[in-house]
């Protein structure tokens, strides 16, 4: 038999003194389903030690968006948008190229985030988009292709300086 914990307890007084009761409302009898209810607390846990000010904070401030947005409040109002300016390349000429080899040089210097999220029912995937093949020769997946490309890089802007080119 599993025991209630203090900080289970501490979290679900937090969880309904804010409002959460909702997340009870069909809780399973003292002694049944203990191993989903410790898997809860254990999310719960981990999400309250994670988002800055806890579960509390992140509470409130869903609360203040979701009341400014029914209001109608733009976060944005007072912003004005803009369109930076750029460069346009033509391939393999020689702006080109010396923006590549910057590119490449500074890849060191850069972190790579992949935003990835959803089902690709849309696409007529069942699985997860990244899982999507990219090609059909060899069936390689868009995150695989995707490591191979930033390892790729990473290699090729090791030990490169701007405007040298990689040490041996």
Same mark, same amino acid.
């Not at 930076?84 to 972190?111: S, Y």
């Not at 995707?146 to 090791?158: D, G, M, R």
């Given at each position: 038999?599993?025991? /209630?914990?203090?900080? *289970?307890?501490?979290?679900? @007084?937090?969880?309904?003194?804010?409002?959460?009761?909702?997340?009870? !409302?069909?809780?399973? =009898?003292?002694?049944?389903?203990?191993? *989903?209810? !410790?898997?809860? $607390?254990? !999310?719960?846990?981990?999400?309250?030690?994670?988002?800055?000010?806890? %579960?509390?904070?992140?509470? @409130?401030?869903?609360?203040? &968006?979701? #009341?400014?947005? @029914? =209001?109608?409040?733009?976060?944005?109002?007072? $912003?004005?948008?803009?369109?930076?300016?750029?460069?346009?390349?033509?391939?393999?000429?020689?702006?080109?190229? @010396? $923006? =590549?080899?910057?590119?490449?040089?500074? #890849? !060191?210097? #850069?972190?790579?985030?992949?935003?990835? +999220? +959803? %089902?690709?029912?849309?696409? +007529?995937?069942?699985?997860?988009? /990244?899982?999507?093949?990219?090609?059909?020769?060899?069936?390689?997946?868009?995150? *695989? *292709?995707?490591?191979?490309?930033?390892? #790729?890089?990473?290699?090729?802007?090791?030990?490169?300086?701007?405007? &040298?080119?990689?040490?041996?």
């Amino acid at each position: 038999m599993n025991c /209630v914990g203090w900080w *289970q307890v501490e979290l679900a @007084k937090m969880l309904v003194e804010n409002g959460q009761t909702h997340l009870f !409302q069909h809780w399973a =009898e003292p002694g049944t389903h203990d191993p *989903q209810k !410790q898997s809860f $607390f254990h !999310q719960v846990e981990r999400l309250n030690s994670s988002y800055p000010g806890g %579960l509390e904070s992140y509470i @409130k401030t869903a609360r203040e &968006l979701l #009341a400014d947005s @029914k =209001e109608g409040k733009n976060p944005f109002d007072g $912003f004005t948008p803009s369109v930076p300016t750029g460069e346009n390349l033509t391939f393999a000429d020689e702006n080109f190229i @010396k $923006f =590549e080899e910057t590119g490449v040089t500074e #890849a !060191q210097n #850069a972190a790579f985030v992949l935003v990835a +999220g +959803g %089902l690709g029912e849309r696409l +007529g995937y069942n699985g997860i988009k /990244v899982a999507l093949p990219v090609e059909t020769t060899t069936g390689t997946c868009f995150l *695989q *292709q995707y490591i191979e490309s930033v390892l #790729a890089l990473q290699e090729a802007s090791h030990g490169r300086t701007q405007g &040298l080119s990689p040490k041996s």
